[in-house]
């Protein structure tokens, strides 16, 4: 009877601390798969955005000045890339060293994954931003003037935002839904589709760095509340 009595006190003075383990270890792995997770992301956006200086694969047009603005504020590398890759970097080390609560400060690092977490999602946010402008306002490319009313000859510039053609909505959906308009633009060979593609490419993985990030702001909370290990070794 004693035996069962105290079995039953421990059990009753344990169950708290299981609830509190059970969310530990979430928080844990949950780290374990966001981090790299946004590793991955973030050197997509550093890939997808090098391309975009690299149209069709030339080197010339980079060296001649001939890149889109906003391929040139390279958000993908420095948004998307560098800011989201410190971020993961922190996360998934602490994620993977705390899963055996090897001395891993655990409040401490779940404070400053939520803090980093907030930077990487401001940084997803900017990607978000300029590659949403980039791929709304069109590529820099070497196009006929003469055809829309303003200059004659063929000189470098953003024909999909001569707003002598049509209203901006207009001219908008024509660009990225028409494809015949897609031969405004002599040279680059291929640039629209280029521009096209790679910045949706970056639209696609900020936001899915922004969700991650805000994940990982809400679990890093959680972590500095209940700890970031899934489970401590006791002593026999």
């Not at 690299?54 to 047009?61: I, R």
């Not at 001219?171 to 280029?194: K, M």
């Not at 994940?215 to 890093?220: D, E, H, M, S, T």
Request: proline residues 4%; neutral net charge.
């Amino acid at each position: 009877m004693d035996d069962a009595s105290g079995t039953g006190l421990i059990q009753g003075v344990d169950a708290p601390g299981s609830t509190t383990s059970r969310v530990a270890m979430c928080v844990g792995t949950c780290s374990r798969i966001v981090g790299p997770c946004l590793l991955v992301l973030g050197t997509l956006s550093v890939a997808a955005n090098i391309l975009l200086l690299f149209p069709g694969g030339a080197l010339k047009y980079l060296v001649e000045g001939h890149i889109s603005k906003h391929a040139k504020a390279v958000p993908g590398v420095w948004g998307g890339g560098i800011i989201v890759l410190l971020a993961a970097t922190h996360i998934t080390a602490v994620g993977w060293r705390c899963a055996g609560c090897s001395d891993c400060g655990t409040r401490r690092n779940a404070f400053i994954s939520a803090v980093l977490s907030k930077l990487a999602l401001l940084g997803a946010a900017a990607c978000f931003i300029f590659s949403g402008v980039g791929l709304t306002n069109g590529p820099l490319c070497f196009y006929n003037a003469s055809e829309h009313g303003h200059r004659h000859g063929t000189v470098w510039g953003y024909p999909f935002l001569d707003t002598g053609i049509q209203e901006p909505d207009a001219r908008t959906e024509n660009y990225l839904y028409d494809r015949r308009t897609w031969s405004t633009c002599l040279e680059p060979e291929g640039i629209v589709a280029w521009n096209v593609v790679l910045f949706s490419f970056l639209l696609l993985i900020s936001a899915a760095e922004m969700v991650l990030a805000s994940f990982q702001i809400l679990n890093g909370c959680l972590g500095c509340l209940c700890g970031f290990c899934d489970g401590k070794k006791s002593s026999p």
